[in-house]
């Protein structure tokens, strides 16, 4: 990845509980910042947990592994064969209707903005195609494919 790459960061205030998508340059990516609310420590949301007291660390990237804030798994998506309709869990519910789920993972480098989990669920609220909804997180750009 060249050093002009861009993409969003999701921060989240560990004091007010502000949640914002930033677009940030690769070379002027931080992990913590302030938050634009109320001062607090404003941190990318695959950070947090490193930064609150009390919790323990399982992995380098300062998350317990498969546990989200609230204690509960992120992301479940389960196949009872090749074929089958996959049930989808995301923070802890059950995501019905669905239209497309799509995850993929890549190795971090070792660099901000670099590998991650890309996350893409379409489904239609309460049944309704009316009322489509949709759970997305896609942690680095076209370029860095």
């Given at each position: 990845m060249s050093g002009n790459t861009e993409?969003?960061?999701?921060?989240?205030c560990l004091h007010c509980g502000?949640?914002?998508?930033?677009?940030?340059?690769?070379k002027e990516y931080v992990e913590v910042t302030v938050c634009p609310?109320?001062?607090?420590?404003?941190?990318d949301k695959w950070c947090t947990l490193k930064y609150r007291k009390g919790v323990p660390s399982n992995n380098s990237y300062g998350n317990p592994k498969h546990v989200n804030d609230s204690g509960s798994k992120l992301l479940?998506?389960?196949?009872?064969?090749?074929?089958?309709?996959?049930?989808?869990?995301?923070?802890g519910e059950e995501i019905?209707?669905?239209i497309h789920v799509g995850f993929d993972y890549r190795t971090r480098g070792g660099?901000?903005?670099?590998g991650g989990n890309a996350i893409h669920i379409e489904h239609a609220n309460k049944g309704s195609v009316n009322d489509i909804r949709t759970v997305k997180?896609?942690?680095?750009?076209?370029?860095?494919?």
């Open positions: 993409g969003y960061v999701v921060y989240e502000k949640e914002e998508r930033v677009f940030v340059k690769k609310g109320c001062n607090g420590a404003f941190v479940v998506i389960e196949l009872d064969d090749i074929d089958s309709v996959p049930r989808v869990f995301y923070k019905k209707s669905k660099k901000p903005l670099e997180h896609k942690p680095w750009n076209s370029e860095g494919r």
